[in-house]
């Protein structure tokens, strides 16, 4: 159909309201990891205890995007999203009056928890107001929401953490309060501005459902999601990107510091290409896929990944040649990384459970790849200590590969064939 003024209109509204929704997430997310030295002094923790901390947090919001997407798919995204959004709200809040280690740990889970019901939810949200052949390229600009919430939020975070002059009693929480604020005022946008649906809004529905019994219903069954094998392929295959990613976004100074001997600055400044340069990879990823593919999600993201492989392959000489050589390294690395990480997480789940059950496949794909983040750390710490850093990039290229020859398995599946194409089941 052809999309009239009060679609457009509309659309513009959901991407806006949805992009800030995770984009504010994140402010309450990644608060948590500029303040350790800060909670050491206060409380007389351990990186041991912190550890504990976020990994009670990674634990519930692996456990959320199973159960947020499945109810985002029965009761709707506003309102699960809008509850985890508070939920964080909350958290935070009084993460700013916790007075011990056991406190802040449930508080980290609670926040977690609220965390979890963002990507799900939003995502199926966005599947019912942009159609299949589209989703590739607005999903690649939708997904910058966590590359760009996640650097903000850390300097806002330090900013507030470090600055004096603004209510200085306060100290150390004012980076738990500030970003709940913040976050308070974007749960409350996305609450009054945000529809599920186009029929929800009064307008016509802009995607429609080859299958008429699954048409009828409300949610595409759960049997469905956990029965689709290209479903399963995305998953595992996020399972070790997201491994990858979180133990780049978290151990990558180190790894400068410590494995090439950079300073602190170098380490800090060269480690930043591997974000900014991930920008680019998720808008490529996206464009490829609807450009290049006709909208199909798997070669593109199996191609990025072989190419993911050759840069770890190279990753041992480009680091040898200098700071210039690594950052490059670094930034391809983002590149190749991103762009299947939000393209399989995004616009792949949203045609794999279509319209109907975008959030499922999405909270599913996502709760399976969040199970590699939750390993990550220990794996990196266990290997680095005992192996050493470039045992690690070996590693790391196994597991891209793997990755690529899982997607590639799925090279010619098409949109046609997701689920709205199966026959429906009840459970």
Same mark, same amino acid.
């Given at each position: 159909?052809?999309?009239?003024?009060?679609?457009?209109?509309?659309?513009?509204?959901?991407?806006?309201?949805?992009? $800030?929704?995770?984009?504010?997430?994140?402010?309450?997310?990644?608060?948590?990891?500029?303040l350790n030295t800060s909670l050491q002094t206060e409380f007389g923790t351990t990186?041991?205890?912190?550890?504990?901390?976020?990994?009670?947090?990674?634990?519930?919001?692996?456990?959320?995007?199973? $159960?947020?997407?499945? $109810?985002?798919?029965?009761?709707?995204?506003?309102?699960?999203?809008?509850?985890?959004?508070?939920?964080?709200?909350?958290?935070?809040?009084?993460?700013?009056?916790?007075?011990?280690?056991?406190?802040?740990?449930?508080?980290?889970?609670?926040?977690?928890?609220?965390?979890?019901?963002g990507w799900p939810g939003l995502v199926k949200t966005m599947s019912s107001w942009? *159609?299949?052949?589209?989703?590739?390229?607005?999903?690649?600009?939708?997904?910058?929401?966590?590359?760009?919430?996640?650097?903000?939020?850390?300097?806002?975070?330090?900013?507030?953490?470090?600055?004096?002059?603004?209510?200085?009693?306060?100290?150390?929480?004012?980076?738990?309060?500030?970003?709940?604020?913040?976050?308070?005022?974007?749960?409350?946008?996305?609450?009054?501005?945000?529809?599920?649906?186009?029929?929800?809004?009064?307008?016509?529905?802009?995607?429609?459902?080859?299958?008429?019994?699954?048409?009828?219903?409300?949610?595409?069954?759960?049997?469905?999601?956990?029965?689709? =094998?290209?479903?399963?392929?995305?998953?595992?295959?996020?399972?070790?990107?997201?491994?990858? *990613?979180?133990?780049?976004?978290?151990?990558?100074?180190?790894?400068?510091?410590?494995?090439?001997?950079?300073?602190?600055?170098?380490?800090?400044?060269?480690?930043?290409?591997?974000?900014?340069?991930?920008?680019? %990879?998720?808008?490529?990823?996206?464009?490829?896929?609807?450009?290049?593919?006709?909208? *199909? *999600?798997?070669?593109?993201?199996?191609?990025?990944?072989?190419?993911?492989?050759?840069?770890?392959?190279?990753?041992?000489?480009?680091?040898?040649?200098?700071?210039?050589?690594?950052?490059? =390294?670094?930034?391809?690395? %983002?590149?190749?990384?991103?762009?299947?990480?939000? $393209?399989? =997480?995004?616009?792949?789940?949203?045609?794999?459970?279509?319209?109907?059950?975008?959030?499922?496949?999405?909270?599913?794909?996502?709760?399976?790849?969040?199970?590699?983040?939750?390993?990550?750390?220990?794996?990196?710490?266990?290997?680095?200590?005992?192996?050493?850093?470039?045992?690690?990039?070996?590693?790391?290229?196994?597991?891209?590969?793997?990755?690529?020859?899982?997607?590639?398995?799925?090279?010619?599946?098409?949109?046609?064939?997701?689920?709205?194409?199966?026959?429906?089941?009840?459970?």
């Open positions: 159909m052809i999309l009239t003024k009060q679609h457009k209109i509309f659309r513009f509204r959901i991407f806006a309201v949805t992009w $800030l929704a995770y984009f504010g997430f994140y402010f309450c997310r990644k608060n948590i990891s500029v990186n041991a205890d912190f550890a504990k901390i976020v990994g009670f947090y990674s634990i519930m919001y692996m456990l959320g995007q199973f $159960l947020n997407g499945y $109810l985002s798919d029965q009761k709707g995204p506003r309102l699960i999203v809008g509850i985890g959004l508070f939920l964080s709200v909350i958290a935070n809040f009084f993460m700013g009056l916790a007075g011990s280690v056991g406190v802040l740990i449930f508080l980290a889970g609670l926040n977690g928890f609220g965390q979890s019901s942009y *159609r299949p052949n589209e989703r590739g390229i607005v999903m690649s600009w939708w997904t910058t929401c966590y590359v760009t919430g996640g650097f903000l939020a850390t300097l806002f975070a330090t900013w507030w953490l470090t600055n004096q002059s603004i209510l200085p009693s306060l100290d150390w929480k004012r980076a738990f309060w500030a970003p709940a604020i913040v976050l308070a005022i974007i749960a409350s946008v996305f609450v009054i501005f945000t529809r599920n649906t186009p029929a929800s809004a009064g307008l016509v529905p802009l995607v429609k459902h080859k299958n008429s019994e699954i048409a009828k219903d409300d949610t595409v069954p759960l049997k469905d999601i956990l029965t689709n =094998s290209a479903i399963w392929i995305a998953a595992i295959m996020y399972f070790f990107i997201k491994f990858t *990613r979180y133990t780049f976004l978290f151990w990558l100074p180190t790894y400068l510091e410590q494995g090439l001997g950079y300073s602190q600055k170098a380490a800090g400044y060269s480690s930043s290409a591997y974000e900014l340069v991930g920008f680019a %990879g998720v808008i490529f990823a996206g464009y490829a896929s609807d450009k290049m593919f006709q909208s *199909r *999600r798997f070669p593109i993201g199996a191609l990025m990944l072989f190419g993911l492989t050759v840069v770890f392959a190279l990753q041992p000489f480009l680091s040898s040649q200098g700071l210039v050589f690594t950052t490059i =390294s670094i930034g391809l690395i %983002g590149f190749m990384t991103y762009g299947p990480d939000a $393209l399989m =997480s995004g616009a792949a789940a949203m045609d794999l459970g279509t319209e109907k059950g975008a959030a499922k496949a999405a909270g599913f794909i996502n709760g399976v790849g969040s199970m590699g983040q939750l390993i990550s750390p220990y794996v990196v710490a266990f290997i680095s200590e005992s192996y050493g850093w470039d045992f690690l990039f070996r590693g790391f290229l196994a597991v891209s590969f793997i990755s690529a020859v899982l997607l590639s398995t799925k090279w010619n599946y098409k949109k046609e064939e997701a689920i709205e194409a199966q026959p429906s089941y009840s459970l």
